[in-house]
């Protein structure tokens, strides 16, 4: 049999007490979604490229500081910035090109809203000719020693553009540490390393035909972790990160992870970045503005630091008018 005490009985007529009065209910609410919990993707793309099939956030050249502009009206706190590559070849040559779409993008980000922080993509797949994250040699291998040079060169290029943090997307163990000495030996020790902890799906299928960066051959299975053994692995790979210098950590994607968002972050203390891919915007499109905010507020309930998502604007817009 159950005792009910005073304390746990209802009062008389059913209400109780903890949620009846708004008041009460504000005090005890917990913390909400805020445009500041936001970041969203910038797919810098060139210019006449963009068609009524864009993801949000892509942009040319030209229309990027109106569109960070808005963000930052919004108080959308940040935005990752991924580049359609240019100069195409085996070795990724255009990745290091002075003043790239990446490097120029970043400028024009920091030129409009100095405030915003900016993290990049720092990976082979947009600008190598096969689409691979990596660099390979003449008999198909992963040319190791070339591909954390290329990472570790990226990444100083952006921190010297202005970038805030970098996030390596190619999951090779050893990257993290190329790139956070790299950027250390640079006089870049304030600038953050943010590695993918990228699970495989079929949600980052309209980044990748967008931004053109499927593999003309193979699959990047080898490079992320599968998705029946994510909540081990995930766990196993962020500590790697860790201990090779990340100081932060995405997780992608996050509609079909929220477990193991809640797992790594019983495991870790870092910030933790929950990123929405390309394939769940339809999805949420569905749900309408309420139903984003609820879904991305679960997000953040369930341990993200930060949310990347391609819903941030339409989120923070809804937001801003239920404010009002």
Known sequence: MTILTERDAPTPDGINPARARRAVRALYTGPALTAADLSAPLLALPDGSIGSGSL?????LASVP??????????????????????????????LAPDNRMVATIGAVK?????????????????????????RTADGGIDLDATYQLMA???????????????????L??????????LD????????VNPNL??????????????????????????????????????????????????????QPVMTAVDVL????????????????????????ALGPNGIVEYLGMLKRSGADQVLTFAAQAAAEYLEASRA
């Open 111 to 135: 030129d409009t809203a100095p405030d915003t922080a900016v993290t990049t993509e720092v990976c082979g797949c947009s600008w190598t000719d096969h689409g691979q994250c990596v660099l």
């Open 153 to 171: 060169d990226m990444a100083v290029q952006h921190a010297d553009a202005g970038a805030d943090v970098v996030s390596p997307t190619a999951m």
């Open 262 to 285: 809640v797992r790594l972050r019983d495991d870790q203390r870092v910030p933790i970045v929950a990123y929405s891919t390309s394939g769940e915007w339809a999805a949420l499109q």
């Open 198 to 251: 990228a699970i495989h799906t079929g949600l980052y299928g309209p980044f990748k035909t967008l931004m053109n960066t499927d593999p003309r051959a193979g699959h990047r299975r080898g490079l992320q972790l599968e998705p029946g053994r994510a909540d081990r692995d995930t766990i196993v790979q962020a500590r790697r990160w860790i201990n090779e210098g990340a100081d932060s950590l995405t997780l």
């Open 173 to 182: 163990d050893g990257s993290i540490h190329a790139v956070r000495q790299a």
């Open 66 to 95: 109106a569109t960070v502009a808005r963000w930052a009206e919004l108080g959308i706190a940040g935005v990752k910035v991924f580049a359609y590559g240019h100069d195409r070849d085996g070795r990724a040559s255009g990745a």
């Open 56 to 60: 949000p956030g892509a942009a040319s």
């Open 185 to 192: 030996e640079a006089g870049h020790r304030d600038v953050g």
